[in-house]
């Protein structure tokens, strides 16, 4: 496969500049701090700063370049099969209002993009999920009339816009698509004005809960807030308690240019066939930028993420033979056990820390929905959908113990099974063996090791322990990064942190031929 220039970095990354914010350097002060930059983040920020709070966003890396920063930017509240799925294990009533605030948090963008006048590229688009295989018709037909009870316009058809039969799909009117990163900019530039600060490369490692609450930077500056917000994707500083109803997944995305006329005119996803999402986007010249995302994953667990892209641009290309790939990125998600995302007080974090998380791939409505619902449990004012989303809830957790279990045994077989073929006849290779751009885990001095040999031949060591709770990562070969197959966390190849919970870089080692 031809490997693109700039590989990584998403469409909407490099086609917005946000501005640049200094890293903390001295202790401050907050009503509220928002730990993450996210479109959950800064949906809570820009909330809390326009009711006339004093709000101060960190961000460990630079602006929106996390999860946020590589999705595909859908605003829909049709989550693949989530209706039928919600009324047999939470009810009626909790599938009414996951549909209402999906829909509340799709119409709250068009009404903020308008009042900010920002152009982030609004478009009204029909939602489907889809499937090819005709025994999966029911299920569908079951979604259909779930979605329709729980207040969507939804309905079944056997005809789309896509360049291929369908068995069946469900279809929901006036959904929305959107370029997520112009819509932040506008956030980010109203949260400055209403006084808000930012600080970009200012990593959070402490949090400690109290009145206020006291929060500490890998750089050793302090802060005291009256309110703290985890946003940050998969949460920190929940000791592993959140984490134990959380599953990761990522997912590769490919893009390019396709002619306007072959727009196949929706958004569409299916799980089949390692799952497949299509839409597409406005480009200058006229064309369309198409997306497709697809070959989910659990990170970590040594998937050739390489013969992944093979696949998906293989698929790309054989149903939109016009299209020009020029983009590929991964996202990732994170997806609880009992379906609903986690948003609300963090149950080990005291009254005044909140969390939001969990998004299960729709984070788009999902972030916007949790800005909303935050900054009003800050105010302190009851929410109607605050029972649905709170962190705490203990009956769907039951219900889904099914899920919670396979969670917790996939994370232990990982715990022990990684450590067993890192240690025993198993062991993850030979660094003699390997050729640039290739990574593996060996023992060196009895200590999983970390190895990778870059383009230029030269050798990069670090622990193979990742700093979160323990787990031996494996490498990703497309992306160039170390990831731990139990929580998700991210590494560069020198062991800095790309993506938590971790919050500290793996150990460095010195490298060795062996």
Request: proline share 5%; aromatic share 6%; hydrophobic share 40%.
């Amino acid at each position: 496969m031809q490997r693109l220039p700039d590989a990584g970095r998403s469409y909407w990354m490099r086609t917005v500049a946000f501005p640049s914010f200094a890293p903390l350097s001295r202790p401050a002060e907050a009503d509220v701090a928002v730990i993450g930059s996210g479109i959950a983040g800064l949906s809570t920020a820009w909330e809390l700063a326009r009711t006339g709070r004093s709000v101060v966003v960190l961000e460990a890396h630079r602006l929106a370049s996390g999860v946020t920063g590589h999705t595909t930017g859908k605003l829909t509240a049709l989550h693949t099969s989530v209706y039928d799925t919600l009324r047999s294990t939470h009810g009626e009533r909790a599938a009414r209002d996951y549909a209402d605030s999906q829909s509340a948090a799709l119409r709250h963008v068009f009404d903020v993009a308008g009042q900010l006048g920002v152009d982030c590229e609004l478009e009204t688009r029909p939602g489907l999920t889809y499937c090819e295989r005709p025994e999966a018709v029911d299920a569908l037909r079951a979604e259909a009339e779930a979605a329709r009870s729980a207040g969507l316009a939804a309905s079944f058809v056997t005809e789309t816009g896509l360049p291929f039969p369908v068995a069946g799909a469900v279809r929901v009117e006036d959904q929305a698509q959107f370029h997520p990163l112009k819509y932040l900019r506008g956030l980010v530039d109203d949260i400055v004005a209403h006084g808000g600060r930012i600080h970009e490369g200012t990593r959070v490692t402490r949090l400690d809960d109290g009145d206020p609450c006291r929060l500490t930077t890998e750089a050793g500056v302090t802060i005291s807030a009256g309110h703290v917000v985890v946003a940050t994707h998969h949460p920190v500083f929940d000791h592993a308690v959140l984490a134990a109803r959380l599953t990761q997944h990522r997912d590769l995305v490919v893009a390019g240019s396709l002619p306007a006329g072959r727009d196949p005119d929706g958004m569409y996803i299916t799980t089949e066939g390692g799952k497949r999402s299509v839409r597409t986007s406005p480009l200058a010249d006229g064309s369309r930028l198409l997306i497709v995302t697809g070959e989910a994953f659990t990170p970590g667990t040594g998937e050739d993420t390489e013969a992944g892209y093979a696949r998906l641009e293989a698929w790309t290309e054989r149903h939109f033979p016009e299209v020009e790939i020029s983009h590929r990125w991964a996202a990732q998600d994170n997806s609880p056990t009992d379906t609903v995302p986690l948003v609300g007080r963090l149950p080990t974090g005291g009254e005044n820390v909140y969390v939001a998380t969990g998004f299960g791939g729709w984070g788009m409505t999902g972030g916007v929905m949790a800005g909303a619902l935050i900054a009003s449990l800050v105010d302190g004012a009851p929410h109607r959908w605050a029972g649905l989303y709170d962190p705490g809830r203990l009956g769907s957790a039951v219900q889904a113990a099914p899920a919670f279990l396979k969670a917790q045994w996939d994370t232990g077989k990982h715990f022990v099974k990684d450590r067993l073929a890192t240690f025993g006849d198993g062991t993850g290779g030979s660094v003699r063996d390997l050729r640039p751009g290739e990574g593996t885990v060996v023992r060196v001095e009895g200590k999983p090791c970390a190895v990778h040999r870059d383009d230029e031949g030269e050798l990069h060591a670090v622990s193979a322990v990742c700093t979160h709770l323990g787990c031996i990562v494996a490498f990703n070969n497309a992306e160039r990064t170390w990831e731990c197959p139990c929580h998700g966390s991210r590494f560069g190849i020198d062991g800095d942190v790309v993506q938590g919970p971790a919050l500290h870089p793996l150990e460095r080692r010195d490298p060795q031929e062996s």
